[in-house]
């Protein structure tokens, strides 16, 4: 029997800035342009491509410390080529900038996989949701409210049951307007619509629930990092005091990070980002470290990176329909998905993750 499979004989990395289409700030930072850094591997004849939201220098890591250690690799072994990434960057430190690397390099590898084997990549890792349910998120702090209206509106269009804005403004000192703005969201989007809120850790504890407390007519279901979600115990205390489910968990690269939320009590439902976690590969050791307590899973960002392996994910709740990152992916590839009714469904009818990347139209981007 002829058996599938080759190398990995190529690797290229590179980055790309991407100016936002108006000041978008959250309650802790704030941001006129995204880099993107994209990651493209091949062998069998086959292209793989892989992404994290990152600065330009992860796609010099990926050049100088992965790259010598995929190059070689059986393409069918992805985990295999994820544990040799991950011993390669001891000395380079495994958070941050080498996590989101290794998982700009996973992503594509396994992308690569599913072409080289002519499968949709959710059917190579096996559906247990063929539809994967997402929130709209966005509602930055630095809109006026026609823009936030205009923004609203297209989701309710698109019929997405869920919506997330930003709060905890100017490191929580804005409180009042941020208020004003839960109500306001309410009101536009009617009763029937769920709607979550995402501090960035902006917020003090009591701080948090007190909010929480003054917007209690407007139903929030869901109240991310209402403090920083390095302080646990600030986590539980806000978990314990408020309605909405508490969750954190987007700046995680290894499974002790997600162990410790979990271990804490800290989290309603844990957010994982699969391009910053390690890619694929570590997202699915991540939400079995959730389900190990009961605990369901929200991708974080990136939908387009995470619809296949969301859908092969039992313990998963919803996917973050990402303004910022929406508009890039749309800008970036052929293939993207309508999350029309609030769900996506991966393409059955491509190999791979469905996407193909237009390169004549991100070139004028590069900068790394
Ligand atoms: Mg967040």
Request: negative net charge; proline residues 5%.
């Amino acid at each position: 029997m002829a058996r599938a499979g080759g190398l990995v004989d190529t690797l290229q990395a590179g980055a790309y800035r991407v100016p936002t289409d108006a000041p978008e700030a959250d309650g802790t930072t704030s941001w006129d342009a995204t880099t993107v850094v994209l990651v493209q591997v091949r062998g069998a004849g086959a292209t793989g491509t892989g992404w994290t939201y990152a600065p330009a220098a992860a796609a010099g890591l990926v050049r100088e410390v992965l790259r010598p250690v995929v190059l070689g690799t059986d393409l069918l072994d992805v985990p295999g080529t994820s544990q040799a990434m991950v011993r390669a960057v001891r000395n380079a430190g495994r958070p941050g900038l080498a996590s989101y690397a290794i998982s700009a390099v996973d992503v594509a590898l396994w992308d690569l996989k599913a072409r080289v084997l002519d499968l949709p990549l959710h059917r190579l890792l096996g559906v247990v949701h063929p539809h994967v349910p997402v929130y709209g998120s966005g509602g930055f702090t630095s809109y006026d409210q026609g823009q936030l209206d205009h923004q609203l509106d297209g989701w309710l269009e698109q019929g997405i049951p869920r919506v997330k804005m930003k709060i905890g403004e100017s490191w929580g000192s804005r409180v009042t307007r941020d208020l004003e703005r839960i109500r306001h969201v309410r009101n536009v989007i009617g009763d029937d619509v769920e709607l979550f809120v995402d501090a960035n850790g902006g917020y003090s504890a009591k701080q948090a629930v007190r909010v929480a407390r003054a917007a209690q007519a407007c139903d929030v279901r869901w109240f991310e990092e209402p403090v920083s979600s390095d302080d646990h115990e600030g986590l539980r205390a806000v978990r314990a005091a408020v309605d909405a489910d508490v969750a954190a968990g987007e700046y995680g690269t290894d499974l002790y990070y997600f162990r410790r939320l979990c271990e804490a009590g800290a989290v309603d439902c844990l957010q994982v980002d699969a391009s910053r976690c390690g890619g694929v590969t570590e997202w699915l050791r991540a939400v079995a470290v959730a389900a190990s307590f009961g605990l369901e899973v929200s991708g974080h960002c990136a939908p387009h990176l995470h619809a296949a392996v969301a859908a092969a994910t039992p313990n998963l709740r919803h996917l973050e329909w990402f303004h910022d990152h929406v508009r890039i992916e749309s800008m970036f590839f052929d293939g993207t998905l309508d999350p029309a009714g609030g769900c996506l469904v991966p393409r059955d009818d491509a190999p791979g993750h469905g996407l193909t990347l237009r390169e004549p139209d991100v070139a004028p981007y590069r900068v790394a």
